[in-house]
């Protein structure tokens, strides 16, 4: 489906950096799929709730440089 959208420079540059491409479709399908991403990603992490941890830094710690 075609679209005509005004799109600032700048920020299109900023974001071709930061995604790595390097065409205007490229880049805003990229950005509209990174969008998508963060919000199913922040939905999970709602679904899923708080979880209760039991454990001070230093076994946190330990825990982490186990594997």
């Known amino acids: 489906m075609r679209r005509t959208v ?25 950005g509209l799929r990174e969008a998508v991403r963060r919000y199913r990603i922040e939905q999970l992490r709602r679904s899923l709730g708080k979880i209760e941890f039991d454990l001070t830094g230093e076994e946190l710690t330990r825990l982490r440089n186990e594997e």
Not at 12 to 26: D, F, I, K, M, W
């Open 6 to 30: 005004v799109i600032d420079d700048d920020l299109l540059q900023e974001a071709r950096q930061v995604l790595g491409t390097s065409g205007v479709r490229e880049t805003v399908e990229a």
